[in-house]
């Protein structure tokens, strides 16, 4: 069977009718980024962010007028949209509206735009950006215990979620509801555990449909630094989006990072990945505080047997091989698994166990780096490099 081509889609895409306006979609402009693969499809449709829920039907449409073309194995249509410039808690007209074909986040015009450390985060002494080659790895259950650690230890710690697409850090924090204005533009960060905690999951309903388009991506992400009142804090943690494509590239970039930690499993495809990793933050100048293995081994919850379940020990090697710090492991187990996903944190549930003693003592090799990287100083500055 003949795979399908981008012409074929489109040409289907252009009998779909947008009700409101009586036009073809593609006609209209509504369809962008239209990616075939091997007869896998995948598209956005631009809309406006008020929109988002009344055009699902459109988008079911779109999806199934591509699904009928012959060749056709999948179909990702996605509702894409940008909000207006500085959203609605700021307004400083920094130049983008409701309309197409901006330039990519990382382009020259957005350089131009790098904010300063200084104003964004005033009052945070070094941020620390917890990152992963990809998904799964544990690298968000990782933030949140590393940060429930550090608070534990007496270090005045926040969490920023930076996963605009699959925020979790709510759930894992089991914090809920929406953060409070402080006067008319900031907004307070929500609290468990001792953490101050921002993320875009308390602002966007979890179900709705919605994916930013890079620029707005990067805007709330400002946002969610500049217009949020986190007061002194000596770590900021920030959860990044698994992967290093551009986007990790782009935050990688624009947050002010003192440091970045990579998250790995052993599996040798994620070490892989670890390399990407640590390319991606040298590329930017940011230094490597060094990888964590997780999943690492199992133990028996019944007979107490240590198994090796992937190949135990990969992330150190990698880490040695590539000159970067070990920072430790953090076995396969359980309980992690349900304390994280039921925002109870092993290290504040299970205080005593030894998983809440490895998270303590990464914690406090992390802690021990930051210092040192932004000294009697105060934060490092960012580093902004021309790509
Ligand atoms: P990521 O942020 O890398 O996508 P998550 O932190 O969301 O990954 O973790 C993915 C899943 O794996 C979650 O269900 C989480 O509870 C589970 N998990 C993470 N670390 C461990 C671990 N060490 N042992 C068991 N389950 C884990």
């Not at 369809?31 to 809309?47: K, P, Q, T, W, Y």
């Not at 990782?142 to 650690?149: D, G, R, Y």
């Not at 504040?348 to 100083?377: F, M, N």
Request: with cysteine.
């Amino acid at each position: 069977m003949a795979s399908v081509t981008k012409d074929q889609v489109l040409a289907a895409l252009a009998d779909v009718l947008d009700p409101d306006s009586g036009q073809s979609v593609v006609a209209s402009g509504l369809i962008s980024g239209v990616v075939v693969r091997d007869g896998n499809v995948g598209f956005a449709l631009e809309v406006d962010p008020d929109q988002g829920a009344a055009k699902e039907p459109l988008r079911k449409a779109c999806e199934t007028a591509v699904e009928r073309l012959s060749g056709v194995l999948s179909v990702t249509a996605v509702l894409t949209a940008e909000r207006p410039a500085g959203g609605q808690a700021q307004g400083q007209g920094r130049g983008h509206s409701h309309g197409h074909g901006h330039g990519h986040a990382h382009g020259g015009q957005a350089q131009a735009r790098a904010p300063q450390a200084d104003q964004l985060l005033p009052g945070v002494k070094s941020v620390i950006a917890i990152a992963s080659g990809k998904g799964g790895v544990g690298k968000s259950t990782t933030a949140v215990n590393l940060a429930t650690a550090m608070a534990a230890q007496n270090v005045r710690v926040g969490l920023l979620d930076c996963d605009i697409y699959g925020p979790s850090i709510p759930r894992m924090l089991n914090l809920s509801g929406q953060p409070e204005m402080v006067g008319e533009r900031t907004l307070r960060p929500m609290a468990n555990y001792g953490i101050k905690c921002m993320s875009i999951g308390f602002l966007v309903a979890e179900d709705t449909a919605m994916i930013w388009r890079g620029p707005m991506v990067m805007q709330a992400l400002e946002q969610m630094m500049r217009d949020v009142d986190w007061g002194e804090l000596d770590v900021l943690l920030c959860d990044l989006p698994p992967g290093t494509g551009d986007a990790q590239l782009t935050m990688a970039q624009r947050v002010p990072l003192t440091g970045a930690v990579i998250v790995s499993t052993p599996q040798d495809i994620a070490l892989l990945d670890v390399t990407r990793g640590i390319n991606m933050f040298q590329q930017v100048n940011v230094p490597i505080f060094g990888v964590v293995e997780n999943m690492s081994y199992y133990i028996c919850p019944a007979c107490g047997h240590r198994a090796e379940v992937f190949h135990h020990g990969g992330a150190r090697e990698t880490a040695q091989r590539l000159g970067v710090d070990f920072l430790g492991e953090i076995p396969l187990d359980l309980e992690i698994r349900t304390t994280s996903d039921s925002g109870r944190p092993i290290v504040v549930t299970q205080p005593e166990s030894p998983h809440a003693d490895s998270y303590r003592r990464i914690a406090a090799g992390l802690i021990d780096k930051a210092s040192a990287a932004v000294g009697g100083a105060g934060r490092a500055q960012p580093r902004i490099v021309m790509m």
